[in-house]
């Protein structure tokens, strides 16, 4: 999502006239796209603001921004631990970088303090804007992210992005079907669609599953795939278009967060562990070789080690394809940073992430051995950054997978048969 925000901003910022470069040396401008969901995040980007104090400090006329959901998030306390910043800026103000980047220069140009002045702030956050008519700048490749829809409404307890990215919109259909168009013409063979519940998707009387079916018929499209759905928004629309649709990748990312009943009440997931359970038989049923993916949070506010326990045994009755693994991370002015007590000790959530990292590991490994001397047809990507001689693309679900480049062609689909793995990759031969 922030790789589309950026392509965002530099469609902002190209067509007001200013330039994307290759290296940081180059640049008068640097904005830092952040992330609030979870505190390491952050911590990132206070690092990250550190070294371009050095560069700053060389080059006093150096702009540096900080956008997205941290600065929405923290921007008092950005400014007292980086005073040197000239603009925060949250992810419904973007419209306002032109803006914000004249009036800092102007402030250059005439040597008005360029150590105290005041940064520039862009924080109000708007339920209509959706940067519709922004056309985002993007790298060349196979594969383009689009956003469809911004904002959340799902009010999940530990998650900080409501209050950063808004209130849930939808883009039009019309215009994201155009979209994919474009992107085809542009020379894209796989669409991702973004959105925080993408599947909650709806445009007059069109659903998630409607917009699934419509962007999978877009003549030369490949591949289209979402990320990331919510369990509950799980209709059976969006199972068939799954099913039916033959652009449409059978690799459904479905974050469970835990897997116990009482945790995910705690946590205002909706669903219950069983109704997830449910969920995944009928995915399984009806989208055969469907491939599963997940979030999890352990220590939650609470979490026994009984209800630890559930969240492990339905890993491994589930058998994920892969997995996010998270600890919880206590955000300010969540629902529960303000009536939950993040009470697990650290030690302890260390202690059941690391059970689970295993778990999965194991399962991962066996998914993918079971994949050797099978063919999966892979988007070839590009060059294999450990082998120039190879290339390394995506399977339907998912797996990186890498072969010679022999006769094939960057944008194609290839048979490849698999010989062997390494923990997170297929490497085989094109047959
Ligand atoms: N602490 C830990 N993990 C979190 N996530 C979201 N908020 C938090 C938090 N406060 C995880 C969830 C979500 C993923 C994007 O990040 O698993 O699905």
Redesign the pocket.
Known sequence: MNVSDSELMAGILTRSGHQTVPHLDDADVVLVNTCA???NAETKVINRLKHLHHRKRRHPELIIGVCGCMAQHLRDRLLDAAPYVDLVMGPDAYRDLPVALDSLARGVESHVSLTDRDPFVGLRLDKNEDYADIAPIRKEGIRAWLTIQRGCDKM?T????PFVRGRERSLPLKLLVEDVEKLVDQGFKEVVLLGQTVNSYHNDRADFGDLLYAVGEVNGLERVRFT?PHPADATDSMIDAMANSPTVCKHLHL?L?SGSTEVLERMHRTYTAEAYRTLVSKLRERVPDISLTT???VG?CGETDAEFMETYQMMADIRYDSA????????EG?L?HKALPDDVAETVKGERLKQIIELQENISADINNAAVGGTVAVLVEGESRRDADRYYGKTDGFKTTVFPKADSHIGEIVNVRVHSTTAHTLIGQKV
């Open positions: 969901i979870r505190e999940c530990f998650c900080i992005v990331s974050p967060q979030d999890i949070i939650f996010f693994m998270f600890k919880y991370s206590e955000r969540t529960a």
